[in-house]
């Protein structure tokens, strides 16, 4: 096998552990508290999830020392379209067609920008470059991170600040790596050390990073951000201090531009995909809250219909009344405002076919019989 096929194979198992790695990291996050939304370190599954975007790394590494850049740096971008069918098949989370078409967009937008950027000789990071990175990244991602705790309320958008931060770490640790390898051309020297505590830095951070910002997202808009991003970044350091340039002069740089507005758009798909499947999820969940709130609210009291008998200044059923009566108890009625001790007749409250209440007198039944 030529060095050049072996890069691209590298390079697509790179791209499939990646994809795997993603996927275990967003179903952890769905069973995360929030509490641990960074780093699980009591989850196995979260550990697997490591140890996948390790070699997923380490693959991109070996495929990057047997192959040009501008071969591996593209393929690495089919980590979100491995990603889609990986998910629906093997946790049956299926991606609606918005989403595929903002994977694609956004894959052949950075696979476009990628395939433009010339090559040039190996450079290497002054000192006083590598504060400014080092500190300039560690605004950036500081920034993000407390935008996207400001967003907490709006998962999506959310999602991708943390992807955007997690994407920037990943580019810069790339970027010191590729510094601290053009040193050791000459030799190993201690000088390198702080250059190595940064990379340990910035990978931590953008694991930490990627993992947080899969909760409550879903996988395809967070996975796209950081593969996007990602490489854009480490390009853009590459032009602007390696000294590499697109490559046909000007006619490259508006065709990086037209690739670059591509996997916008491609990101803006997928985010939008996104915002509308919470707005689902949230309208079905204010539905079944009403339904819920119908079924359990307690009923209004009925009025009874049956006749009463005002006693004592209390209504009372007139059943009641009756069968105390038939018991041989004595009965009074406080219905005559000039009886106040309640020796009144007993008279029945009751309803007429559903009309108003009417006074009902009944003869006492305990009359004085007069004899003659």
Known sequence: MSALALSVVL???????????AIVQERVAVSTPDAEQYAPLRRASWWAAVALNGLGGLLHVVALAYGPLSLVQPLGALTIVFALPMAALFVGRRAGATAWRGAIMATVGLAGLLSLVGAAD?????????????????????????????????????????????GIAFGMSSVFTKTVAVDWTGGVSAADVPSLAVIGVL??????LSQASYRGAGLAAPLATLTVVNPVVAA??????????????????????????????????LTTERLQAARAETAEGDSEEAAGAAVTAEPEPVVPTEPVVLRKGALVPAADVLVAAAAGETVHGDDTPDDPDGDAPVFFHGSLYGGAYIPMPVVDRHRVRVKS
Do not use: D, K, N, W
């Open 11 to 21: 390079s697509l198992v790179s791209a499939v552990a990646y994809a795997a790695g």
């Open 122 to 166: 190996a450079q290497s990071l002054s000192t006083p470059q590598r504060i400014t990175v080092a500190v300039v990244t560690a605004g950036a991602v500081v920034a993000l991170m407390a935008a996207g705790r400001a967003a907490h309320r709006h998962p999506a958008v959310r999602s991708v600040l943390l992807a955007t931060a997690s």
């Open 203 to 208: 990978a931590t951070a953008g694991i930490l």
């Open 236 to 269: 853009a350091v590459g032009i602007t201090m390696f000294g590499e340039t697109f490559r046909y002069g000007s006619t490259g740089t508006l065709l990086a531009l037209g690739c670059g507005v591509v996997a916008a758009g491609g990101l803006i798909l």
